[in-house]
C-alpha cells in the first residue's frame, strides 16, 4: 500500500512542474511580444521583417478654438510649412459666405458705360474677367456684358456706385454659406499634413529597402492628396473673398430711323444676294473654264481615234438585190425530188 501511495504521489508532483513549467513560459512569451509591439511603435522606426505600422487615419481631433491654417488660421499661426490661404469673408454671425450676383442696366452708350465700369470695379480693388461689347446695327441696339470680380466686403459700395452711373434695371445679389465646406476642408488639410509628417520621418529612420519603398510610395500618394486639399483650400478662400456680379449693358436707342424692317429693305436685300450670287457663278465659271477646255480636247482626241479605227474595219457584204439565197439545209435535191414525184 504505502509504495503504491508514494508511487501516485510522485507522478501528482511531476504533473505540477510540468504545468508550471508551461505557465512560467507563457509568461515570458507574451513578456517578449509586448517588448516587440513597444519597440515597434518607437520613434526608431520597424523592426526589419515587421509590418508597417497603419498611419492611413491619423489622429485629426483639434479644439474648435485652435488657429487653423488656411482658413480663420491667426497671422502668425503655424501652417505646418505649407503656404497659407486668404482669409475667408465672414458675415455677421462668423460664417464663411460666398457672394455671386447679377446687374442689368440700359443706358444710351453701353460701350461708354463698361469703361465706367470697369473704372468702378478698378477703383476697388477689382477685376474684370471676361467682357463682350456689339455695336448697334439697324435690328439690334448696342449691347456690352461684364464679369467683375470685387472684394466681398466692397459689394454694396460697388452696387451703389453703379446707381450713381445709371439706373439699374434689376438687381440680383445671393449669399452661399460655406462654413462647413471650410472646416471639413480645415479638418482634411490637417489630417494629410499630419499623415505627411510622420511618413517624412518614417522615411529618414526605415531600416531596409522594402520599407524604404513602401514608405516612398505611401509619402507621395498622401502629398499629393494634401496638394489636391490645398488647391480646393484656396479656390474655395478665392470664392468667399472675391465676389462674382454679372453686369449687362445695353442701349435705349438704336441708329437708323427704325428697328422694324420695310419691303424697301427686302428688295434691297433681295438685289444684293442676286448680285452676290451672279458674282459667285461667274467666279466658278471663270474657275471651270480651264479644265472645260482641257477636257474638250481630250474628247475630240478619243473621237478621232475611235472614228479610225471605225474606217479600218471591213464593212460587212450584202447580197445583190434579186438574188435568192437557198439554204442547202431546207432545199431538196433533184434526186429526191424525183422520188417524191413518183
Same mark, same amino acid.
Given at each position: 500500500?504505502f509504495?503504491l501511495?508514494? !508511487?501516485?504521489?510522485?507522478?501528482m508532483?511531476?504533473?505540477?512542474?510540468?504545468?508550471a513549467g508551461i505557465?512560467?513560459?507563457?509568461t515570458?512569451?507574451?513578456?517578449?511580444?509586448?517588448?516587440?509591439?513597444?519597440?515597434?511603435?518607437?520613434?526608431?522606426g520597424p523592426?526589419?521583417?515587421?509590418?508597417?505600422?497603419?498611419?492611413?487615419?491619423?489622429?485629426?481631433?483639434?479644439p474648435?478654438?485652435?488657429?487653423q491654417?488656411g482658413?480663420?488660421?491667426?497671422?502668425g499661426?503655424?501652417?505646418?510649412?505649407?503656404?497659407?490661404?486668404?482669409?475667408?469673408q465672414?458675415?455677421?454671425?462668423?460664417e464663411e459666405?460666398?457672394?455671386?450676383?447679377?446687374?442689368?442696366?440700359?443706358?444710351?452708350?453701353?460701350i461708354?458705360?463698361a469703361?465706367?465700369?470697369?473704372?468702378?470695379a478698378a477703383?476697388?480693388?477689382g477685376?474684370?474677367?471676361r467682357?463682350?461689347?456689339?455695336?448697334?446695327?439697324?435690328?439690334?441696339?448696342?449691347?456690352?456684358?461684364?464679369?467683375?470680380?470685387?472684394?466681398?466686403?466692397?459689394v454694396?459700395?460697388?452696387?451703389?456706385?453703379?446707381r450713381g452711373?445709371?439706373?439699374?434695371?434689376?438687381?440680383d445679389?445671393?449669399?452661399?454659406?460655406v462654413?462647413?465646406?471650410v472646416r471639413?476642408?480645415?479638418?482634411?488639410?490637417?489630417?494629410?499634413?499630419? !499623415?505627411?509628417?510622420?511618413?517624412?520621418?518614417?522615411?529618414a529612420?526605415a531600416?531596409?529597402t522594402e520599407?524604404?519603398l513602401?514608405?516612398?510610395?505611401?509619402?507621395t500618394?498622401?502629398?499629393?492628396?494634401?496638394?489636391?486639399?490645398? !488647391?480646393q483650400?484656396?479656390?474655395?478662400?478665392?470664392q468667399?473673398?472675391m465676389?462674382?456680379?454679372e453686369?449687362?449693358?445695353?442701349?435705349?436707342?438704336?441708329?437708323?430711323?427704325t428697328g422694324?424692317?420695310t419691303?424697301?429693305?427686302?428688295?434691297?436685300?433681295?438685289?444684293?444676294?442676286?448680285l452676290?450670287?451672279?458674282?459667285?457663278?461667274?467666279?466658278?465659271?471663270?474657275?471651270?473654264i480651264?479644265a472645260l477646255?482641257?477636257l474638250?480636247v481630250?474628247?475630240?482626241?478619243?473621237?478621232?481615234?475611235v472614228r479610225?479605227i471605225?474606217q479600218?474595219?471591213? !464593212?460587212?457584204?450584202?447580197p445583190?438585190q434579186?438574188?435568192?439565197?437557198v439554204?442547202?439545209?431546207?432545199?431538196?435535191?433533184?434526186?429526191?425530188?424525183?422520188?417524191?414525184?413518183?
Open positions: 500500500m509504495p501511495a508514494e !508511487s501516485h504521489s510522485g507522478t508532483t511531476r504533473r505540477l512542474l510540468s504545468m505557465v512560467v513560459a507563457g515570458v512569451l507574451l513578456t517578449g511580444c509586448g517588448a516587440l509591439g513597444a519597440a515597434s511603435e518607437s520613434p526608431a523592426a526589419v521583417g515587421q509590418p508597417l505600422p497603419d498611419i492611413g487615419q491619423p489622429d485629426i481631433g483639434q474648435e478654438s485652435a488657429p491654417p482658413f480663420g488660421g491667426s497671422e499661426g503655424d501652417t505646418g510649412g505649407q503656404p497659407g490661404v486668404d482669409v475667408p465672414q458675415d455677421a454671425d462668423g459666405v460666398i457672394v455671386q450676383g447679377s446687374v442689368a442696366m440700359q443706358v444710351a452708350d453701353p461708354e458705360m469703361d465706367a465700369v470697369a473704372d468702378a477703383a476697388r480693388d477685376s474684370i474677367d467682357r463682350s461689347e456689339g455695336a448697334s446695327t439697324d435690328f439690334q441696339p448696342a449691347w456690352a456684358m461684364l464679369t467683375v470680380r470685387v472684394p466681398t466686403v466692397d454694396e459700395g460697388f452696387l451703389d456706385a453703379l452711373l445709371a439706373d439699374l434695371s434689376s438687381v445679389v445671393s449669399e452661399q454659406r462654413g462647413a465646406q471639413d476642408l480645415e479638418v482634411r488639410v490637417n489630417a494629410a499634413r499630419a !499623415s505627411v509628417d510622420r511618413l517624412t520621418e518614417l522615411l529612420t531600416a531596409d520599407t524604404l513602401e514608405v516612398e510610395a505611401q509619402l500618394e498622401r502629398t499629393s492628396e494634401l496638394e489636391q486639399l490645398l !488647391s483650400q484656396r479656390s474655395l478662400a478665392d468667399v473673398a465676389s462674382t456680379i453686369v449687362q449693358i445695353r442701349s435705349t436707342t438704336v441708329d437708323g430711323p422694324t424692317p419691303f424697301w429693305d427686302g428688295l434691297i436685300a433681295g438685289w444684293n444676294a442676286f452676290a450670287w451672279g458674282a459667285t457663278f461667274l467666279f466658278g465659271l471663270g474657275q471651270s480651264p477646255v482641257v474638250a481630250l474628247a475630240l482626241v478619243v473621237w478621232l481615234i479610225r471605225m479600218r474595219m471591213p !464593212s460587212p457584204t450584202t445583190p434579186g438574188a435568192v439565197v439554204n442547202p439545209v431546207t432545199t431538196p435535191t433533184p434526186a429526191a425530188a424525183t422520188q417524191s414525184t413518183e
